[in-house]
């Protein structure tokens, strides 16, 4: 939920072949179909599979980016009697209703140091029918099975929050956020961006200057942005059963916040200019095969494609050199 703080493919010029032994991590579980239970079983003592999951985080690095975005709606058991209806109410009075994200292997070039990025999956957890506690169980066992670098747009301040204490309401273990890393380095540590980027306090060294709206940080790259919809909406839109809608509008925004990623690991160094516009292009690419099934994102890239006429997509190649896209 991209909200600020109230605080104020086919053949492509990629990047050279790596001149060290990186290589692109082996696809690992990209969807949170049914591997979840449909009935939440009875509390037991830790047995060693939970011992296993609590471990720390396996030698080596993270093997693919989770470009994460929640939505939620005020739960009415939570929220107080007399909370006022225009304050945002708190993180935990939120149920959440759709969890969905940009999956993206990491390769690394040993020589350089630097990192390329392919796009696995746009999509979102679960199915449409399930309720909050079987939503969340999915999340987290699909968050555990793989080693991921997080990255979110106000995820310190309310995504994550939202998540973890929805799931301790829930009576959800979740050692894979807390137990991994080390105790210098891990995903709580507010500075650690190789865990979890937040990029909206990334981008604003960390509240030395003024935080952006994800709409505003999309607007500096001419991206299209929230495409007529706002998470003030989603409420009523749950209201009229329109979850799809939803699902749908925050895949989007996971969408925006990847490729804001990818400038800003340009930017940073964290990858190179070759890489960043083949990472553009597979992208690009994904969105135009997945647009037969799937309207929003054909949406998406066409408005990407007319906006690129006055900020191009790309930093290392020409405006012109938009991919062919299905259409």
């Not at 190179?272 to 994904?286: K, N, Q």
């Amino acid at each position: 939920m991209s909200l600020p703080s109230t605080a104020n493919a086919p053949a492509r010029r990629g990047p050279p072949a790596p001149r060290g032994p990186a290589r692109l991590a082996a696809a690992g579980p990209a969807l949170l179909d049914g591997r979840a239970p449909s009935a939440v079983p009875q509390a037991r003592g830790p047995g060693r599979a939970e011992a296993r999951a609590g471990a720390a985080e396996p030698p080596g690095p993270h093997q693919a980016l989770l470009v994460l975005d929640i939505e939620t709606v005020p739960d009415a058991e939570q929220v107080p009697a007399g909370w006022p209806s225009e304050k945002f109410p708190k993180a935990a009075w939120h149920k959440v209703v759709a969890v969905s994200f940009v999956e993206a292997a990491i390769a690394r070039d040993a020589a350089t140091g630097t990192e390329a990025y392919r796009v696995r999956s746009c999509r979102s957890g679960g199915e449409p029918g399930w309720d909050e506690e079987r939503l969340l169980r999915a999340f987290w066992k699909f968050f555990a099975a793989g080693r991921y670098r997080v990255v979110t747009w106000n995820g310190r301040s309310f995504d994550l929050p939202t998540l973890l204490l929805r799931s301790m309401m829930h009576g959800i273990a979740v050692p894979s956020w807390y137990r991994r890393g080390t105790k210098w380095d891990g995903y709580g540590h507010r500075y650690a961006v190789d865990w979890h980027a937040d990029l909206m306090e990334a981008m604003a060294e960390f509240g030395a200057c003024a935080r952006l709206t994800l709409e505003e940080a999309a607007g500096l790259l001419a991206l299209p942005g929230k495409m007529g919809e706002h998470g003030s909406e989603v409420a009523a839109m749950i209201a009229r059963g329109e979850i799809g809608r939803v699902r749908a509008y925050c895949e989007t925004d996971c969408l925006n916040l990847f490729v804001v990623y990818l400038r800003w690991a340009h930017l940073t160094g964290r990858t190179s200019s070759e890489a960043h516009d083949a990472a553009v292009d597979g992208l690009i690419r994904y969105l135009g095969a997945e647009r037969a099934g799937r309207p929003h994102l054909g949406g998406f890239v066409d408005a990407w494609r007319r906006a690129s006429e006055r900020r191009p997509a790309f930093v290392s190649r020409p405006a012109q050199a938009w991919p062919a896209v299905a259409g």
